[in-house]
């Protein structure tokens, strides 16, 4: 299925001929069907579909997009949801990279400024938003979200960097290395198929 921007209705086409729509507010409106108003309300959240996006969760990160930021998306039982398909193209890495934070344990700030086990996840971000930015039939929103990441994790992921480095100068690069393979296992930029 097609995730939407919010305030868009997705919808979804049942085997018995009952289109339900998911609004925003996390309701579902079926028509067809059984019912003789040919609509009906219920309440998303209520059974159904655990895993499903709540709509509402949709775009509250850095510069209005969904992935950019420390307010992913979540499912119907509270746990991050990477079905949304972003409209900016910017929104896209971040989805690997907070893929890549939760397979080494890491999240959040911490993980940013202090945990020397996301470098190589916070330099991939770093390159991949650069490639973006460098982009010039890109719209100029797009750019600046990309531009403004690349500066932002890349000084805020120097310091860990260099302490690594500084510290463990025989080993510091492999550990890099090392960490940045082992958190990149089955990870992708692709939304999921939710």
Known sequence: ??????????????????????NEDGTT???????PGGKKKANANQGGCPSCLVPSSVGHNWFGQTYLGPNNPV??????????????????????????????????????????????????LVAEEFDIASMPFLPI?????????VIGIGV????????????QPTSGFALIITWYTISSQGVTNRPSGH
Request: aromatic residues 10%; without cysteine; charged residues 15%.
């Open 29 to 35: 409106v079926q028509e067809g069907g059984g019912d």
């Open 75 to 124: 499912s119907q039982d509270g746990s991050d949801n990477f079905s949304y398909r972003p409209t900016n193209l910017a929104d896209y890495p971040p989805i690997g990279h907070d893929r890549r934070y939760y397979n080494v344990g890491a999240s959040g700030a911490s993980g940013v400024f202090f945990n020397q086990k996301t470098i190589g996840a916070d330099y991939k």
């Open 1 to 22: 299925d097609k995730a939407n921007a919010p305030g868009q209705q997705a919808s979804l086409q049942s085997r018995s001929n009952i289109t339900s729509s998911l």
């Open 141 to 149: 929103n797009q750019r600046f979200t990309a531009g403004a990441v």
């Open 156 to 167: 805020a992921a120097l310091p860990k960097t260099i302490n690594l480095l500084f510290t």
